[in-house]
């Protein structure tokens, strides 16, 4: 059974698109503040980490929990509802070069692993008008750094260093080869034919 430690509708599209289904999804109720001058990798590595241990496993599940974020430097662009945070985040993005970090965990019995990917784009120099235009939709309410790379913001992006399905929030070939050494198969969810 495959459990989905996330409400993420990017996350379940993710692994949709290669043919891994949820058998569950559920949404870990965790405090995600972080602590004082705690680095970029060791707070996105604690929230999946703390996503994980909150959620029980049932028999012989496999549970993912994930968490992303996007930093500049040691400052973390937090997810926000706020559109004048998100213009804020989206000009201080603009022609500069950052980090999405995802990290994420499979439980399985007794078998835990944690890994880290992250993935260096730079935006391209976009103008207040552009940001406002971005901004009348609503693509970038509650992400990492206000926008969403698989919607109209991939126009921003004219280099992208890495994995690019790590930036809309899982690491697909990492996590394959993480379900494929702990064991993991179905029927429904082969991710042995998967690629």
């Given at each position: 059974m495959l459990v989905l430690?996330?409400?993420?509708?990017?996350?379940?599209?993710?692994?949709?698109?290669?043919?891994?289904?949820?058998?569950?999804?559920l949404s870990p109720k965790i405090d995600e503040n972080k602590k004082k001058k705690e680095l970029p990798l060791c707070y996105v590595k604690r929230m999946a980490i703390e996503k994980?241990?909150?959620?029980?496993?049932?028999?012989?599940?496999?549970?993912i929990t994930a968490d992303t974020i996007v930093s500049m430097g040691r400052e973390v662009l937090d997810k926000t509802?706020?559109?004048?945070?998100?213009?804020?985040h989206l000009?201080?993005?603009s022609g500069r070069r950052h980090n999405v970090y995802t990290s994420f965990c499979v439980r399985h019995q007794g078998l835990f692993r944690n890994e880290t990917v992250i993935t260096q784009l730079k935006m391209k120099t976009i103008s207040d008008q552009e940001i406002d235009e971005y901004l009348t939709g609503e693509e970038?309410?509650?992400?990492?750094?206000?926008?969403?790379?698989?919607?109209?913001?991939?126009s921003f992006f004219p280099f992208i260093s890495g994995c690019f399905s790590n930036v809309v929030g899982l690491p697909l070939p990492k996590l394959i080869n993480v379900l494929r050494t702990m064991g993991f198969y179905s029927r429904k969810n082969d991710c042995r034919n998967i690629y």
């Open positions: 430690g996330s409400s993420s509708v990017a996350r379940k599209g993710l692994l949709y698109s290669i043919g891994l289904i949820p058998d569950e999804i994980s241990m909150a959620l029980g496993l049932v028999g012989d599940s496999y549970l509802n706020n559109r004048d945070l998100a213009k804020t000009r201080r993005l970038w309410l509650g992400k990492a750094g206000s926008y969403s790379i698989q919607g109209r913001a991939l």
